[in-house]
């Protein structure tokens, strides 16, 4: 978070840029080797988890601190008001949407990380790795730039999410059978 507040400003609402966009997505590559740590820490290879209760584990911690910060706050304090706002339904769903590609991301990183991967599926995990990082600049140009309303931006990363994620299992699923 520290990065973030240092290089990245605030959205002023004004319109898309695209420096603000990549200095954004780089802290994507900062959340790839920090899930790269968490899933290869040692309080995971002491004890006997299978591979797929460490993703979900990681999955579950990163999703929560995520939604924690970005949707559970605004939440807090938007309900203060009287009101009825229909951001804190689409901020709750879109922290859904997010658990699912946060899910497809840790997949991705932990067959980044081994090392017997087929060669034609390494530029496979090597493109699904760039996706993620670059998926804050999409997302940031569809809300700035774009004339589409949240119902549609949300639709978009919900399709997203869902083949990010089945691709992501397709990939894993071709690991385990040769392996």
């Not at 951001?87 to 497809?104: D, M």
Request: charged share 10%; glycine share 8%.
């Amino acid at each position: 978070m520290i990065l973030v507040a240092t290089f990245v400003e605030a959205e002023s609402g004004v319109g898309f840029d695209l420096v603000q966009g990549v200095l954004g997505a780089s802290i994507s590559v900062v959340d790839i080797f920090a899930i790269k740590f968490a899933l290869s820490y040692d309080i995971f290879s002491r004890s006997n988890l299978m591979f797929p209760t460490r993703i979900l584990g990681c999955a579950l911690g990163w999703a929560g601190g995520q939604a924690l910060v970005l949707h559970t706050f605004p939440l807090w304090m938007g309900a203060r008001k009287t009101e009825f706002d229909w951001a804190h339904s689409i901020s709750s769903v879109q922290a859904s949407v997010n658990f699912v590609l946060i899910l497809g991301f840790v997949r991705s990183v932990w067959l980044w990380n081994r090392r017997d991967i087929a060669g034609s599926f390494v530029y496979a995990v090597y493109a699904l790795l760039s996706f993620y990082i670059f998926l804050p600049v999409l997302q940031s140009y569809l809300s700035l730039s774009a004339d589409v309303g949240d119902g549609v931006i949300l639709s978009f990363n919900i399709i997203l999410a869902i083949v990010y994620h089945f691709t992501t299992s397709l990939v894993q699923s071709y690991y385990l059978k040769t392996r």
